[in-house]
């Protein structure tokens, strides 16, 4: 079994970057396909990129490629969201997940472990 913690949300003005963290505990991330998802205030959860198990292939919805990439980094048991050129729809809470699968899985229902999640809010 896997505990995620999420860290790096805040206010950020539009244009601006932010960097999130999704640190594991109790096993490597390199034993999950990885996910970061976010939820907006009165909508559905939302994949956002995903990481496979391996770490060699890479996904992001189309609303966020080009300004946000996923990156995993094994020695310090962390999967980062590099979040640029934000946006006020990209306001929400986000949160970290992990599946058991190898590849990449877009469905919330695929993955069996969440984070808490962090807030980011984007706003002049």
């Known amino acids: 079994q896997v505990q995620l913690v999420e860290s790096g949300g805040g206010l950020v003005q539009p244009g601006n970057s932010l960097r999130l963290s999704c640190t594991a505990s109790?096993?490597?991330?390199?034993?999950?396909?990885m996910g970061w998802f976010r939820q907006a205030s009165g909508k559905e959860r939302e994949f956002v990129a995903g990481?496979?198990?391996?770490?060699?292939?890479?996904r992001h919805a189309d609303s966020v490629k080009g300004r946000f990439r996923i990156a995993r980094d094994q020695s310090k048991n962390t999967v980062y969201l590099q979040m640029d050129s934000l946006k006020p729809e990209d306001t929400a809470v986000y949160f970290c997940?992990?599946?058991?699968?190898?590849?990449?899985?877009?469905?919330?229902?695929?993955?069996?472990?969440w984070g808490q999640g962090t807030q980011v809010t984007v706003s002049s």
């Open positions: 997940a992990a599946a058991g699968s190898y590849g990449i899985v877009t469905n919330r229902a695929g993955y069996d472990y």
């Open positions: 109790g096993r490597s991330v390199s034993s999950y396909s």
């Open positions: 990481i496979s198990r391996n770490g060699g292939v890479t």
